[in-house]
Structures are given as C-alpha cells and as structure tokens.
C-alpha cells in the first residue's frame, strides 16, 4: 500500500469505532466505502495487464573518463490489453548519473516507446545497469504494485589518461652490453641510463668517463632499443592504499598506470601490465588493450614480493620496467630492486597513500624508498596527494636528463 492507503486503512478503522461508540451510522456507511474503495483498489491492482519487455542499447559501450554514453530503453507491450500507466526507474549507478524515472503512458497492445537517458564517465569502473523496475498504481493512488524486468547491459569507463611531457628515459630489451667502448649519446626519447655500479653488474658495462668524472665506478646500459618491451608494475593492494573517489590513491595509481602506458605506447613501446601473478605472463601489446583491464581494477590481497620475484625471473624484467607502487617494505625494495636488474632503464612512481588520507607530511617509508631505489640505478619519484603526474614526470626526467650531473657525465 502507498501513503495514502495505509491512511486510508486507518481512516476505516477510526471511522467504524467512531460510528460503534457514538452511535452515528453515517460514520459507518462512510467506513464501508472506504473500505470497499481500498478493496477494490487492491483487485484492481492484482489484475491489471502488465506484460512489458525492455530492450537496453548503450552508445558506446566503452567510454573514456569523463566521456558521455547514450542508453536508449525500449518499452513494448506484448500483451494483449493496453498496459496500464506506469513509472519506469532504471537502477543507474549515482556515480554515472542521478536516478532516472520515467512516466509510461497507456500503450496499447505491440506498442513501443523509445525512453533515452545521458550518462557521464566521471568514475572508471566497469558498471552494470539495469534492471528496470515497472511501479503501476490504482486510479486513485492507494495500493501499487512493483515489477523488475530483466534488463542489464555493461557501461566501461576507462581510467582517465593524463597527457605527459615529451621524453622518456627507454632503454634496450636487456641489460646486455655490447663489447668494447662506446660513446654515450641522447637520442630523441632513448636516454642513455649511466648510474652507479650496484654488485652484480656486468663489468663490460663499465662507463670508464663517467667513472673518472664521478671518482667512482659508474655502468650504462645499451641504448638501442632492439625490442620495444615495456613492463608497468601496478600495485592494487587493498591494504596500502588510501582516501576515496577518484581522488584516492588506489584510483590515481591506476590513472597513472594508464598514462605512462600510453605515453610509452605513443613511442612505439609494447606495454604488459603486472598486478598479481600469474601462471603465464602476457605479451606486450599496445596500450589501448589493456584499458578494459585497467577499467575493472578493484583492490584486493596481492602478493607483492611473489609479483617481483616472477619478474625478476622472466623476459618482464627486460626492456623499460616502470613500478607504480605504495611505499614498500625493505623485503619488497629488495625485490623490486632484484626485479629490474636485467631492465634497460627502470623507472618507479612511488605513490605516498597516506597523503591520500590526509597526511601533511611525506610517509618516510616513501623517502627511503626512493633513495634506495637511486641508489641502485632507478629513476624514481614520490607522488603525493594533490600533485600532477606530468609534474613528477618532468622530476623522471631530470634524473640523469639534461643538465643533470648525470647527464653532464654523458656528455663527457
């Protein structure tokens, strides 16, 4: 019953104790026809004709972030009365839209009606919408009556990519070093990758200039870049992130996976994406492939340091190596370190998660992090809350870029 059937019920009720106590019979013809309107309200409702079927159509199926979408609903009726009037709300996620609620006039038998509704991508995800549910009501408003009717479709919404500087320090498909002396060049996106010797290193890959420019023993990796491979760890782990919406860090790692996927893909990299283990490592292929993939990302309990081990043992650990990652362990600095040994170039985006909670101060997990991973030869950033990715990559850039110490060892 609505509102105003129960009020009626009890109208009933009153009236008839009324009529009894007071001993005013028309308070208890009254009571009857109350009663009697009530009753056949809810007859009515039991018998009424609704045979509806709906038809879902989503224009595109798969939007960018921030994009719009379509959905047209088309109403039949495949009885054989008219329909009753009707309201229609189709279940629509608030993230994508407010509820939406349509008044169905009387159609008559193997009518349709075409219903539209505009959607935005303001949230990525991977959505479902529908069911659409049928509410009919009695001419007079007192009993209703709710039907679902099945029909779902699927709304992707790809995680937003954010356009980054031009540049990229891409190194060779492995850590090999051709023999004898070679001279240190920066070419277009491919910066040469000098840094200090860490135990483990190919000697041939001794840089003998930096190394009596810097007065200790520096190493370079081949710049050709004989297969265009690049692997980007993403760390999806429910218990390291932090804050809400899209502003929250679970939600701007995956942003930044997905820009630094494209940005790569831009330069002709093939682009495999790690976010837990797995029996069999995908092979990389551009970037737009494994947006559907990032769009239905949620948080969950990943085995990090088994994740690094599996790369450092694979052709992954090869090429250009990209970590965006909360602030590890020392047990997963360790491995994230052994994991881009054979990396031509080795890049990490430390997200700070607890500036995503509110945090006024950087996490000194994420400051030991980084000098850590400089330590060992990586180009590596802390991303906080409230900063811009492209400005953190422009910091990438200028370790071991232009005008840097590094790059002044280049050149020499």
């Given at each position: 019953?609505?509102?105003?059937?129960?009020?009626?019920?009890?109208?009933?009720?009153?009236?008839?104790?009324?009529?009894?106590?007071?001993?005013?019979?028309?308070?208890?013809?009254?009571?009857?026809?109350?009663?009697?309107?009530?009753?056949?309200?809810?007859?009515?409702?039991?018998?009424?004709?609704?045979?509806?079927?709906?038809?879902?159509?989503?224009?595109?199926?798969?939007?960018?972030?921030?994009?719009?979408?379509?959905?047209?609903?088309?109403?039949?009726?495949?009885?054989?009365?008219?329909?009753?009037?009707?309201?229609?709300?189709?279940?629509?996620?608030?993230?994508?839209?407010?509820?939406?609620?349509?008044?169905?006039?009387?159609?008559?038998?193997?009518?349709?009606?075409?219903?539209?509704?505009?959607?935005?991508?303001?949230?990525?995800?991977?959505?479902?919408?529908?069911?659409?549910?049928?509410?009919?009501?009695?001419?007079?408003?007192?009993?209703?009556?709710?039907?679902?009717?099945?029909?779902?479709?699927?709304?992707?919404?790809?995680?937003?990519?954010?356009?980054?500087?031009?540049?990229?320090?891409?190194?060779?498909?492995?850590?090999?070093?051709?023999?004898?002396?070679?001279?240190?060049?920066?070419?277009?996106?491919?910066?040469?990758?000098?840094?200090?010797?860490?135990?483990?290193?190919?000697?041939?890959?001794?840089?003998?200039?930096?190394?009596?420019?810097?007065?200790?023993?520096?190493?370079?990796?081949?710049?050709?870049?004989?297969?265009?491979?690049?692997?980007?760890?993403?760390?999806?782990?429910?218990?390291?992130?932090?804050?809400?919406?899209?502003?929250?860090?679970?939600?701007?790692?995956?942003?930044?996976?997905?820009?630094?996927?494209?940005?790569?893909?831009?330069?002709?990299?093939?682009?495999?994406?790690?976010?837990?283990?797995?029996?069999?490592?995908?092979?990389?292929?551009?970037?737009?492939?494994?947006?559907?993939?990032?769009?239905?990302?949620?948080?969950?309990?990943?085995?990090?340091?088994?994740?690094?081990?599996?790369?450092?043992?694979?052709?992954?650990?090869?090429?250009?190596?990209?970590?965006?990652?909360?602030?590890?362990?020392?047990?997963?600095?360790?491995?994230?370190?052994?994991?881009?040994?054979?990396?031509?170039?080795?890049?990490?985006?430390?997200?700070?998660?607890?500036?995503?909670?509110?945090?006024?101060?950087?996490?000194?997990?994420?400051?030991?992090?980084?000098?850590?991973?400089?330590?060992?030869?990586?180009r590596a950033t802390r991303l906080a809350g409230g900063e811009r990715l492209e400005d953190r990559w422009r910091d990438l850039l200028g370790r071991g870029g232009r005008?840097?110490?590094?790059?002044?060892?280049?050149?020499?």
């Open positions: 019953m609505t509102r105003r059937g129960v009020g009626t019920g009890v109208a009933v009720v009153v009236l008839w104790l009324a009529a009894r106590l007071l001993g005013v019979p028309q308070l208890q013809v009254v009571a009857v026809a109350l009663l009697v309107l009530l009753v056949g309200a809810v007859v009515w409702i039991a018998v009424a004709p609704l045979r509806l079927v709906v038809d879902r159509r989503i224009q595109p199926a798969t939007l960018p972030f921030g994009g719009r979408a379509r959905v047209d609903l088309l109403v039949r009726n495949t009885g054989r009365v008219p329909s009753p009037p009707a309201w229609l709300e189709d279940a629509v996620p608030p993230v994508l839209a407010r509820p939406s609620a349509y008044r169905l006039p009387v159609l008559a038998p193997h009518r349709m009606l075409d219903l539209s509704v505009e959607l935005e991508g303001r949230h990525r995800g991977r959505f479902t919408l529908g069911p659409v549910t049928a509410t009919i009501r009695d001419p007079f408003g007192l009993v209703q009556r709710r039907r679902a009717i099945a029909s779902t479709g699927v709304l992707t919404v790809e995680p937003p990519v954010w356009p980054l500087p031009p540049g990229a320090p891409l190194g060779g498909a492995s850590g090999a070093v051709a023999s004898g002396p070679r001279r240190a060049t920066v070419h277009g996106d491919d910066l040469a990758d000098i840094r200090e010797y860490v135990r483990g290193d190919d000697l041939r890959a001794v840089h003998w200039a930096s190394t009596a420019h810097r007065g200790k023993l520096m190493v370079r990796r081949a710049e050709e870049a004989t297969s265009p491979r690049a692997t980007i760890l993403l760390d999806i782990r429910r218990d390291r992130h932090a804050g809400t919406g899209p502003a929250s860090s679970f939600e701007v790692a995956v942003a930044t996976a997905a820009s630094v996927a494209h940005h790569l893909g831009a330069r002709g990299r093939g682009v495999t994406v790690l976010y837990r283990p797995t029996r069999d490592l995908a092979a990389p292929v551009p970037a737009d492939a494994w947006m559907p993939t990032l769009a239905a990302l949620e948080p969950t309990d990943v085995d990090l340091t088994a994740l690094l081990r599996q790369v450092a043992t694979s052709a992954a650990g090869e090429g250009t190596l990209i970590a965006v990652v909360t602030a590890p362990d020392p047990q997963e600095l360790a491995a994230l370190v052994r994991a881009g040994r054979g990396a031509s170039s080795r890049l990490a985006v430390i997200i700070d998660a607890a500036t995503y909670a509110g945090a006024s101060s950087a996490d000194p997990a994420a400051e030991h992090a980084i000098a850590g991973l400089r330590a060992a030869g990586w005008g840097s110490p590094t790059a002044t060892a280049e050149a020499g």
